[in-house]
């Protein structure tokens, strides 16, 4: 089992900047992409940005530009780095974290974060 815990959400101001982390632990035996996605209430949870075990990354057109994915393998952890916020970046941000065991793939999802954008 894996255990997934955000932090860095909360409130600011247009224009500002969160750092959002997600680090897992547990039984990891290798971790394959790592991502996140956001939600708001009425709406479908959707991506916001994922990295590869490569390193590849992709963005949705709504952040390109503005949010940085990252990790750090030896943690275990990704980060989301947001700048130049706007009010509709407001929602819950989930990581997603999927991990193999040879053909079996697993997903794994944290509790959420709350990300704020106002004045």
């Known amino acids: 089992q894996v255990q997934l815990v955000e932090s860095g959400g909360g409130l600011v101001q247009p224009g500002g900047s969160l750092r959002l982390s997600c680090a897992a632990s547990?039984?990891?035996?290798?971790?394959?992409?790592m991502g996140w996605y956001r939600q708001v209430p009425g709406k479908q949870r959707e991506l916001v940005t994922a990295?590869?075990?490569?390193?590849?990354?992709t963005y949705a057109d709504s952040v390109k530009g503005r949010f940085t994915i990252s990790r750090d393998n030896a943690k275990n952890t990704v980060y989301l780095q947001m700048n130049s916020l706007k009010p509709e970046d407001t929602a819950v941000y989930y990581c997603k974290v999927i991990t193999s065991r040879g053909v079996l793939l697993d997903v794994y999802w944290g509790q959420g974060t709350q990300v704020t954008v106002s004045s």
């Open positions: 990295i590869t075990g490569g390193g590849t990354t």
């Open positions: 547990g039984s990891i035996y290798n971790i394959n992409a």
